[in-house]
């Protein structure tokens, strides 16, 4: 970037885009209320869930959810939802409007890989998303899987990851050339409200301990605010031990010792980091479960490996990742039962070893990986 | 050492809103404002001089060393400014060093190949936040902190070798300590002053005596003294 531009213009350039994040902000907001929200179904009655199957290996390994809750008698209906190819003004993306008012509608989705589309004037489609719905918190529970051997045995913790601000919030500007800066925001708002989920799915789950992660001791007011929110909310849950880690620490704790983590929360960046991280050590991004929650409940679940255009098409992929995203809706409906039952079928089909997809060393085509998760249901 | 410019002074009075105000920048350090109640921000700055600095080293030691690769860590498709200027200046380096494959890593990537294949990675080269990250993850991967050589370069060619554990107080004046980390940057530092033989013998000495575990301390499950490791590694000299 070599064109000299007045410091006082690129400030103020920065300074307006903060000055609309703060309208954002400072307006009045619903929390999330609806947090914990029920779904009640009567018996035989169906939930309405949008179905993103994306591009690449997406339509495929849908198609294996799509089979498995048959099989488990879930009572779900899908309203299948793709990208499209053309730019929707209405959403400045290519999701269209109805696409994401399905969502806003259903409140609960299942999303598959998205090929990012090349060019300009467009947002990005997860950008899109995450606004759109006010995806707040992308939720990745890890869990090594018994008989998929990696470096580490026990792990069993879940990452709770602010998604909407800290150093992702986009403004950055040149203050003289060669001196380049990017504003790290954190809010009492958003601190606040990703500490409740966390929380609140600690509790829901059955889990002990919530960990918040930072580095307050260099950034103090920043993650230091952060904290603070999570004190806050951590004194309305005093059946759950709270504590507070380094990321530094943590980090050397996950690759020497990952069993000892349970539920972490974090901040952006350490929550981009520290998510990838876990699901390396389970085995990667083809095996690990994702969602993320929005406001007003908003439970859209999603598989976070990509659309792998290679094996497209060749029944090679392994759905796992996308299956175990649906469980996590399944979760988040409260349909349990149903839930507990894919989950195991889902572990003992790779435990057993039998039928194993290419990616984890077998020869599994996904048409059988598929029909042996079935099998166990 | 800084580089360091004024930015405008901003001052609003109006109820609920904070003065804010800027003074000085300089790299590294991280400045904090305050601009309405409950909304913080920090700066994180990158410039050109220190960010070629520090590519200049990372190169220069990995050809001094006989490194193959340089990697660079960044989050510059999120960052795209700070991160992308860091990353130019990797490049400007790069091509100056056309023997040693450059690569550039996202730093989310780069985590999870280090905890599944940390083999892959030979020389990192990162930003301050995810050096912090990644360093102590790659010392968590070998053992620990009190296995873990550091050393850090100064202007004007200064190389401050220093073991980054702590001082562990409660072990202090008992002869329990474990010295291979400080043993291991005394290494570092015959490096940097060129004593490669000197060098070589005490690293190799060193690893022999854990490779052959009848010597070690606590911290590695053994039963040595700190003056007991020490000899066997003076024996293996």
Not at chain 2, 29 to 55: D, H, M, N, P, W
Not at chain 2, 216 to 222: E, S, Y
Request: hydrophobic residues 40%.
């Amino acid at each position: 970037d070599t064109t000299r531009e007045s410091p006082s213009s690129e400030w103020w350039r920065g300074d307006m885009a903060l000055r609309r994040l703060l309208q954002g902000i400072v307006l009045p907001r619903t929390t999330g209320r609806h947090v914990g929200a029920s779904f009640s179904t009567e018996a035989g009655e169906t939930i309405r869930a949008t179905l993103f199957p994306g591009d690449g290996i997406g339509p495929e390994i849908a198609e294996s959810v799509k089979q498995v809750f048959n099989v488990a008698g879930v009572p779900i209906e899908w309203e299948e939802h793709y990208v499209g190819t053309e730019v929707d003004p209405r959403t400045e993306s290519f999701l269209t409007w109805e696409s994401l008012e399905s969502v806003r509608r259903n409140k609960v989705g299942l999303k598959g890989p998205m090929a990012t589309p090349i060019g300009k004037g467009h947002r990005s489609l997860n950008l899109t998303l995450r606004k759109e719905l006010g995806l707040y918190a992308n939720v990745r529970p890890c869990n090594s899987l018994p008989g998929y051997k990696t470096r580490y045995d026990d792990v069993n913790l879940v990452t709770i990851r602010e998604n909407t601000e800290g150093e992702y919030s986009g403004l950055e500007h040149q203050v003289v050339r060669g001196v380049v800066e990017s504003l790290k925001i954190i809010t009492r708002q958003a601190s606040l409200r990703v500490a409740e989920y966390a929380f609140h799915y600690a509790k829901a789950n059955g889990r002990e301990r919530v960990s918040a992660i930072h580095k307050a001791n260099i950034m103090r007011k920043t993650d230091g605010l952060f904290l603070k929110c999570c004190r806050e909310v951590a004194e309305k849950y005093p059946e759950i031990t709270y504590e507070e880690v380094i990321i530094d620490n943590c980090c050397m704790t996950l690759v020497k010792n990952p069993g000892t983590f349970d539920v972490l929360v974090m901040p952006n960046l350490y929550g981009d980091i520290i998510s990838d991280l876990c699901a390396g050590l389970i085995g990667g991004l083809g095996l690990t479960p994702s969602c993320n929650i929005g406001e007003g409940g908003i439970c859209l679940a999603e598989a976070v490996h990509g659309s792998a255009p290679d094996i497209s098409g060749k029944n090679l992929a392994n759905p796992t990742a996308l299956m175990l995203s649906a469980v996590m809706m399944l979760r988040h409906l409260q349909f349990n039962d149903q839930a507990d039952r894919i989950h195991n079928a889902i572990l003992q089909t790779i435990a057993e070893g039998k039928y194993r997809t290419a990616d984890l060393g077998g020869k599994s085509s996904t048409s059988d990986y598929t029909k042996a998760v079935c099998d166990h249901i | 050492m800084g580089f360091s410019s004024s930015l405008p002074q901003l001052v609003w009075d109006t109820k609920g809103l904070v003065v804010v105000v800027l003074v000085l920048v300089s790299h590294g350090t991280v400045l904090f404002l305050q601009v309405v109640r409950g909304v913080v921000e920090s700066l994180k700055i990158i410039t050109r001089q220190a960010s070629l600095r520090v590519a200049e080293y990372a190169f220069h030691y990995a050809k001094a060393n006989g490194r193959e690769r340089v990697s660079a860590i960044h989050k510059a498709n999120i960052m795209r400014k700070t991160d992308g200027l860091f990353l130019k200046c990797c490049r400007e380096v790069a091509e100056k060093y056309p023997e040693i494959t450059y690569e550039e890593v996202i730093i989310d990537n780069c985590c999870m190949t280090l905890v599944k294949n940390p083999g892959t990675f030979d020389v990192l080269v990162m930003p301050n936040l995810y050096g912090d990250i990644i360093s102590d993850l790659c010392a968590g991967l070998i053992g620990g902190l009190g296995l873990t050589p550091s050393c850090n370069i100064g202007e004007g060619g200064i190389c401050l070798a220093e073991a980054v554990h702590g001082s562990a107080p409660d072990i202090s004046g008992k002869n329990l300590a474990n010295p291979t980390a400080l043993m291991l940057s005394a290494v570092m530092m015959l490096r940097h002053l060129q004593f490669n033989d000197q060098a070589d013998r005490i690293h190799n000495a060193i690893l022999q005596t854990i490779a052959e575990g009848k010597y070690r301390t606590a911290d590695l499950g053994g039963k040595s003294s700190t003056s007991d490791y020490t000899k066997a590694v003076c024996d293996h000299i």
